[in-house]
């Protein structure tokens, strides 16, 4: 691999402290924050990263005698611009077979176009095994390496609105779905939570391109449209009675929280039942009925200590349950449309399936009633991976969680998210020894449960809002300061990839390329002319 093959753009001035040099570089080369060069120092070659830049110039002075007479003419560009050089410091983040800091003299040099197989050599790995390419460092065309055995370490994919991450994720689920092993192209079985349809393409027009999977289906609630639509439908058994209580009162009263004493009397009365009855009591006409009478017969019974007024409260709770979701959305199942036993097709298809909570595929569904299903999905997730490692064989499974501020708030947040929070702390702090990989999806990390945020450690940064840098900056184990300033003003298409599945094992500056195919969803925004000059 020669790294050193390019033509010299620089050359190294002063060695500074803990691996940091600063260098003068050619005034025509365009260079960006967090982007890399090679740095040679004779036969030792190193890996700089730009951590600042400053364009400095011989004439710069305003009042200098040679600038007074020419401002305003049009000689004062070209010999401004024949003066002037860019001054960068760089800190050294790899090196190849040896362990020195390269002293004054040493060349910069861009990153010159390396074969693949190369690539093993540039990031130091043994062989290519486990790793997926993953966009282009910044300024060059070498790949990331992406260690698919770091996967289960969880990731977090955080950008402000229209910063890339629906973008990033259908590259990344691209890149998931089409792993070459072998002869063979293999897939990360996925399931994923789609907030706005972005993936709705994927499981049918697009499908075929990803060529590793054997199985796709995205699951609505309404009827099925598409062949590989399905309506989903939810086995209510696996929820406690107080689980179900909440959930029942809090449709009733929002986001704003539940009624405790409804609560607590609907929990009662559900205590009274086997669980494996919930769907007949809770999803068919008969069970509601005969739910509500007993609920009249308990406000009866002094002895209980609930009242009529009580009673009233949760009958009409009941009510909003049946017309919302038993009958306009038709959730609950004893013979759920998505199990255990679909995980099980999922991992043996290396398969994807997508839950499309957009308003064409899950219209008028609520937060509450996303919540829901999304601790289903968890605990469904959960004991399928843990029954299955436990009975010998080992599984993995990516499970995508867009808006994720809404299953795991932190508490700051203004969503009461009680259904979802443990099972999804369950698995963020478990679910690695099962295959789990958890990814988060979200545009305001600053809202999402501290703890869990700790749990990843793989991230994704696109420009993020300035109120977020602090806790990107806690979350992540800190960025250098060229990276973290960048945060809040990375172009579209950018990324901050830090943690431990890059390769680079060290904070880095990713361009995604642009596929127009990849490029087509339903959350793009095309450019208005475009629009406006079509038929
Ligand atoms: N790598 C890229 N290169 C060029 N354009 C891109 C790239 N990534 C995204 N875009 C464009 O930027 C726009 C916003 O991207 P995207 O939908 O991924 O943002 P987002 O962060 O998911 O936004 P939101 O949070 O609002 O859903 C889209 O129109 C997309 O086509």
Redesign the pocket.
């Known amino acids: 691999m020669d790294l050193d093959k390019n033509e010299p753009v620089g050359i190294v001035l002063q060695k500074g402290q803990n691996n940091a040099v600063r260098a003068i570089l050619a005034q025509n080369l365009d260079v960006s924050m967090g982007q890399l060069l090679v740095v040679q120092d004779h036969e030792k070659i190193s890996l700089g990263r730009i951590e600042s830049f400053e364009y400095i110039n011989n004439f710069f002075a305003e009042d200098s005698e040679l600038i007074r007479p020419l401002s305003g003419s049009s000689e004062i560009y070209s010999l401004l611009s024949s003066g002037t050089v860019t001054r960068a410091d760089l800190s050294i983040i790899r090196r190849y077979g040896h362990s020195s800091t390269p002293k004054p003299g040493s060349l910069i040099k861009t990153l010159p176009e390396i074969n693949d197989s190369d690539l093993p050599d540039f990031y130091g790995l043994p062989d290519f095994n486990g790793y997926i390419k993953y966009g282009r460092l910044a300024g060059s065309n070498i790949p990331l390496l992406l260690d698919l055995n770091s996967i289960t370490m969880h990731v977090g994919i955080f950008?402000?609105?229209?910063?890339?991450?629906?973008?990033?994720m259908r590259y990344l689920l691209y890149n998931l779905s089409s792993i070459r092993i072998g002869e063979k192209d293999e897939a990360i079985p996925v399931m994923l939570i789609d907030a706005?349809g972005?993936y709705a393409d994927f499981t049918y027009t697009n499908s075929n391109m990803l060529t590793g999977r054997r199985w796709i289906k995205r699951y609505v609630l309404r009827d099925p449209v598409f062949p590989n639509d399905q309506r989903l439908t939810i086995d209510l058994s696996l929820f406690s009675p107080r689980d179900l209580a909440e959930f029942i009162t809090s449709l009733k009263y929002g986001q704003s929280g539940g009624n405790a004493l409804q609560s607590n009397f609907l929990e009662y009365i559900l205590s009274l039942h086997d669980q494996k009855d919930f769907n007949f009591l809770l999803g068919t006409p008969t069970g509601l009925d005969n739910l509500k009478q007993e609920i009249n017969e308990a406000a009866s019974n002094k002895e209980l200590g609930f009242n009529y007024s009580t009673s009233r409260s949760i009958q009409s709770a009941l009510e909003i349950f049946r017309n919302k979701v038993v009958n306009k959305l038709a959730l609950v199942s004893s013979n759920a449309s998505l199990t255990e036993n679909t995980l099980e097709v999922m991992w043996r298809s290396r398969g994807l399936a997508t839950v499309d909570f957009s308003a064409d595929a899950s219209p008028g569904i609520d937060i509450t009633t996303k919540q829901l299903i999304v601790s289903y999905i968890s605990r469904i997730t959960y004991n399928y991976l843990t029954r299955t490692k436990y009975n010998g064989s080992q599984r993995f499974l990516a499970f995508i969680i867009e808006e994720a501020q809404n299953y795991i708030p932190s508490n700051d947040y203004p969503v009461n998210a009680n259904l979802t929070k443990d099972i999804l702390v369950t698995l963020a702090t478990q679910g690695r020894k099962f295959g789990l990989s958890l990814f988060l999806v979200s545009?305001r990390p600053a809202f999402i449960d501290k703890y869990v945020l700790s749990m990843l450690n793989t991230f994704f940064f696109?420009r993020i809002y300035h109120e977020d840098v602090r806790y990107v900056m806690s979350a992540s184990g800190g960025l250098p300061e060229s990276l973290s300033h960048a945060l809040t003003s990375l172009d579209?298409?950018y990324v901050i990839v830090n943690g431990l599945m890059s390769a680079m094992r060290s904070p880095v500056l990713v361009?995604?390329?642009?596929d127009a195919r990849l490029?087509s969803y339903a959350?793009?925004?095309e450019r208005v002319e475009r629009v406006l000059s079509a038929d």
Not at 160 to 165: A, L, R, V
Not at 511 to 514: A, L, N, S
């Open positions: 950008g402000e609105t229209g910063s890339g991450k629906s973008y990033n706005n972005d545009q696109h579209t298409g361009k995604i390329p642009w490029g959350g793009s925004v």
